[in-house]
């Protein structure tokens, strides 16, 4: 089922304020009364006259990495989830000052492009599920391939493609940032506060500074490239080349001045003016990999709003997530369908011991070999690629995923091959696998019943590792994308068959990012917000959310909590490292599968409707918290 709105859903106010006021949140999160007293202690942080602000700067926790637990979050109202608690407060207080889902998700991502620099921000891209209690809108952020790009843009000059490394780190993988220009449009439909006071969280924090995470501070060490960067190196490493220590204060007075810019005059600061020369110049005078972004591309970047695609599931439950250029919502659905269709022959359950058993994992990697096989077939910008048989749901139709569920058999079937879901055969080539990162999650429901499910990119971690600082002259900046990899890095097979995701000016690359809201079939009602960063396992760590939650029955605490696991059409099994026993390992083996046990470091955020109001996930993986009343 295709269209603005899920069937059933009526206009309605789907939450009564909550008189008694009662908050119910992390452990840090205390209160407007600490936050106050916390602030007056601060150096220059006097508070304002007249009324109170919108935003009081909280305590600073560390967050983790590695594997935290979380304890899953109760609310009756209003919550946000995301993937820093600094980022989490931003929303929360924007939602407490009368803000919308949609305010506090912009919030959110400001403070974002702040204390988690490597993953999403201003220089990145973005796709926004939003629900108004009447229609569903899809947000497009996306970034678009420069005007002077063209298919040969990572060939070497011996036409063969460039080693990823080598094409992502520099201006060449950069493409027109949309995040911004996306949100505002977006806000000018959606929003209810001032589009200036959603900008004081990240303004206030970029001056004040913030602490060095555990997390960020696990990255910076990690990475080789980051460093290479003149502005990069002065704003994240001491003197002597070694990382900020986790606890550092770290303020950002160029990022300041550019938010503060943007809050004032709109997405119009960023996309013209000083602020675009110098990202501009950024890009192009790269010493050793050099890009094509123009004024001209940032100047003529526009975001669109699609048509979302919802998919009925099971009895009860309609899917909503986001369309081409976008593979997440195809994929998740595909997977999901073909695992309804595929008979179970063995009487072991689903999961075992709270882990899904070797039976389980068999019948659903061998799905996703068949949906990322077709979604490496046909899945690209629809401005410049047709769906197979003219329309995207071809892909999920019933009688084709039945046909496609009859190939699953007792044993791996290693590489599966695309189906054909159209009359006609299509000519293009698949596109070969190449590494995908980055990304961010943020989940939101507000007090009237809006809701937002974004996910947000700036694609490798800390993505071309290529600052800019606004032509400010000042420390820090904010980070840009390498979204431009994306694309398949050679534009046709060896046969000559072009690829449908190669590089074409002005064309959105193919995304993994799987912002899905999930809504009551028969009563309208919403029921979850939920998402993941992780390039190409955002399709799998989603799924895995959808069936722990919704199918077995697990909160969505529990269902994030579970081990992570996939395949990307190939003889690999992937699973999470340390999570599954030998008997599972060895009963896939026997099947033909090659498992390969690694980290799979989600992020997943996650809300869901409950008796009382609603329930949120963070992830363990990383240091998200939700936060709300």
């Given at each position: 089922?295709?269209?603005?709105?899920?069937?059933g859903?009526?206009?309605?106010?789907?939450?009564?304020?909550?008189?008694?006021?009662?908050?119910?949140?992390?452990?840090w999160?205390?209160?407007?009364?600490?936050?106050?007293?916390?602030?007056?202690?601060?150096a220059?942080?006097?508070?304002p006259?007249?009324?109170?602000?919108?935003?009081i700067?909280?305590?600073?926790?560390?967050?983790?990495?590695?594997?935290?637990?979380?304890?899953?979050?109760?609310?009756?109202?209003?919550?946000?989830?995301?993937?820093?608690?600094?980022?989490?407060?931003?929303?929360?207080?924007?939602?407490?000052?009368?803000?919308?889902?949609?305010?506090?998700?912009?919030?959110?991502?400001?403070?974002?492009?702040?204390?988690?620099?490597?993953?999403?921000?201003?220089?990145?891209?973005?796709?926004?599920?939003?629900?108004?209690?009447?229609?569903?809108?899809a947000?497009?952020?996306?970034?678009?391939?420069?005007?002077?790009?063209?298919?040969r843009?990572?060939?070497?000059?011996?036409g063969?493609?460039?080693?990823?490394?080598?094409?992502?780190?520099?201006?060449?993988?950069?493409?027109?940032?949309?995040?911004?220009?996306?949100?505002?449009?977006a806000?000018?439909?959606?929003?209810?506060?001032?589009?200036?006071?959603?900008?004081?969280?990240?303004?206030?924090?970029?001056?004040?500074?913030?602490?060095?995470s555990?997390?960020l501070?696990?990255l910076?060490?990690?990475?080789?490239?980051?460093?290479?960067?003149?502005?990069?190196?002065?704003?994240?490493?001491?003197?002597?080349?070694?990382?900020?220590?986790?606890?550092?204060?770290?303020?950002?007075?160029?990022l300041?001045?550019?938010?503060?810019?943007?809050a004032?005059?709109?997405?119009?600061?960023?996309?013209?003016?000083?602020?675009?020369?110098d990202?501009?110049?950024r890009?192009?005078g790269?010493?050793?990999n050099?890009?094509?972004?123009?004024?001209?591309?940032?100047?003529?970047?526009?975001?669109?709003r699609?048509?979302?695609?919802?998919?009925?599931?099971?009895?009860?439950?309609?899917?909503?997530?986001?369309?081409?250029?976008?593979?997440?919502?195809?994929?998740?659905?595909?997977?999901?369908?073909?695992?309804?269709r595929v008979?179970?022959?063995?009487?072991?359950?689903?999961?075992v011991?709270?882990?899904?058993?070797?039976?389980?994992?068999?019948?659903y990697?061998?799905?996703?070999?068949l949906?990322?096989?077709?979604?490496?077939?046909?899945?690209?910008?629809?401005?410049?690629v047709?769906?197979?048989g003219?329309?995207?749901?071809?892909?999920?139709?019933?009688?084709?995923?039945?046909?496609?569920?009859?190939?699953?058999?007792?044993?791996?079937?290693?590489?599966?091959?695309?189906?054909?879901?159209?009359?006609r055969?299509?000519a293009?080539?698949?596109?070969?696998?190449?590494?995908?990162?980055?990304t961010?999650?943020?989940?939101?429901?507000d007090?009237?019943?809006r809701?937002?499910?974004?996910?947000?990119?700036i694609?490798?971690?800390?993505g071309?590792?290529?600052?800019?600082?606004?032509?400010?002259?000042?420390?820090?900046?904010?980070?840009?994308?390498?979204?431009?990899?994306?694309f398949?890095?050679?534009p046709?097979?060896?046969?000559?068959?072009?690829?449908?995701?190669?590089?074409?000016?002005?064309?959105?690359?193919?995304?993994s990012?799987?912002?899905?809201?999930?809504?009551?079939?028969?009563?309208?009602r919403?029921?979850m917000?939920?998402?993941?960063?992780?390039?190409?396992?955002?399709?799998?760590?989603?799924?895995?959310?959808?069936?722990?939650?919704?199918?077995?029955?697990?909160d969505?605490?529990?269902?994030?909590?579970?081990?992570?696991?996939?395949?990307?059409?190939?003889p690999?099994?992937?699973?999470?490292?340390g999570?599954?026993?030998?008997a599972?390992?060895?009963?896939?083996?026997?099947?033909?599968?090659?498992?390969?046990?690694?980290?799979?470091?989600?992020?997943?955020?996650?809300?869901?409707?409950?008796?009382?109001?609603?329930?949120?996930?963070?992830d363990?993986?990383?240091?998200?918290?939700?936060?709300?009343?």
């Amino acid at each position: 089922m295709s269209g603005a709105s899920p069937a059933g859903v009526r206009p309605a106010r789907l939450f009564a304020p909550d008189a008694r006021g009662v908050t119910s949140a992390s452990a840090w999160l205390r209160g407007t009364a600490m936050r106050a007293s916390l602030l007056a202690g601060l150096a220059g942080c006097a508070m304002p006259a007249g009324p109170p602000p919108l935003y009081i700067i909280p305590a600073m926790p560390e967050g983790a990495s590695g594997y935290q637990a979380k304890p899953g979050w109760n609310l009756r109202r209003m919550a946000v989830a995301a993937a820093n608690p600094l980022a989490t407060d931003a929303g929360f207080q924007v939602l407490k000052a009368g803000g919308s889902a949609l305010d506090a998700a912009i919030a959110v991502q400001m403070v974002l492009t702040l204390v988690e620099p490597q993953s999403s921000g201003i220089g990145g891209g973005a796709f926004l599920m939003h629900w108004d209690g009447r229609e569903i809108a899809a947000w497009d952020g996306r970034e678009t391939a420069p005007a002077e790009a063209d298919e040969r843009l990572f060939l070497r000059p011996d036409g063969k493609p460039m080693a990823m490394a080598d094409a992502v780190v520099g201006g060449r993988a950069v493409g027109t940032p949309g995040a911004l220009r996306m949100l505002e449009a977006a806000h000018r439909e959606h929003g209810r506060l001032a589009w200036a006071r959603l900008f004081e969280p990240a303004i206030m924090l970029a001056e004040q500074g913030f602490r060095v995470s555990r997390r960020l501070h696990t990255l910076l060490k990690a990475d080789v490239h980051l460093a290479r960067d003149p502005l990069a190196r002065a704003y994240f490493f001491a003197a002597d080349g070694q990382p900020h220590p986790v606890g550092h204060l770290l303020k950002n007075p160029a990022l300041a001045d550019v938010l503060r810019a943007i809050a004032s005059r709109g997405s119009v600061a960023l996309h013209e003016g000083p602020v675009a020369a110098d990202l501009v110049a950024r890009v192009r005078g790269h010493a050793t990999n050099p890009g094509r972004l123009s004024v001209a591309d940032l100047r003529g970047y526009a975001p669109r709003r699609r048509v979302p695609m919802c998919t009925d599931w099971l009895v009860q439950y309609r899917v909503c997530g986001f369309p081409p250029p976008s593979s997440g919502h195809l994929t998740v659905m595909q997977i999901l369908g073909l695992l309804e269709r595929v008979p179970v022959v063995e009487a072991t359950p689903a999961l075992v011991d709270g882990v899904p058993g070797a039976g389980w994992l068999h019948r659903y990697t061998e799905a996703a070999r068949l949906a990322y096989a077709d979604r490496n077939h046909y899945i690209a910008d629809p401005d410049f690629v047709s769906a197979p048989g003219g329309d995207w749901h071809s892909l999920l139709a019933a009688g084709y995923l039945t046909g496609r569920a009859a190939l699953v058999g007792q044993r791996s079937q290693g590489s599966a091959r695309p189906g054909q879901p159209g009359a006609r055969p299509v000519a293009w080539a698949p596109m070969a696998d190449q590494p995908e990162g980055g990304t961010s999650h943020i989940s939101v429901v507000d007090a009237e019943g809006r809701a937002v499910a974004m996910t947000t990119s700036i694609e490798a971690v800390f993505g071309s590792r290529l600052m800019a600082d606004g032509g400010t002259g000042k420390a820090g900046g904010y980070l840009l994308n390498n979204q431009l990899t994306d694309f398949s890095l050679a534009p046709a097979d060896a046969a000559g068959r072009l690829v449908a995701n190669r590089v074409q000016p002005g064309k959105r690359p193919r995304s993994s990012m799987s912002p899905t809201l999930v809504f009551d079939r028969h009563d309208g009602r919403l029921l979850m917000s939920l998402g993941s960063p992780g390039g190409a396992a955002i399709i799998h760590f989603t799924a895995k959310t959808l069936v722990g939650s919704l199918q077995w029955g697990l909160d969505a605490q529990r269902a994030i909590d579970l081990p992570n696991f996939g395949s990307y059409n190939g003889p690999v099994t992937v699973l999470e490292t340390g999570r599954f026993d030998a008997a599972t390992v060895a009963a896939l083996r026997a099947r033909g599968h090659t498992v390969n046990e690694i980290d799979m470091t989600s992020g997943l955020q996650a809300l869901q409707r409950t008796a009382t109001g609603w329930h949120g996930g963070a992830d363990p993986r990383r240091e998200g918290v939700v936060a709300g009343e």
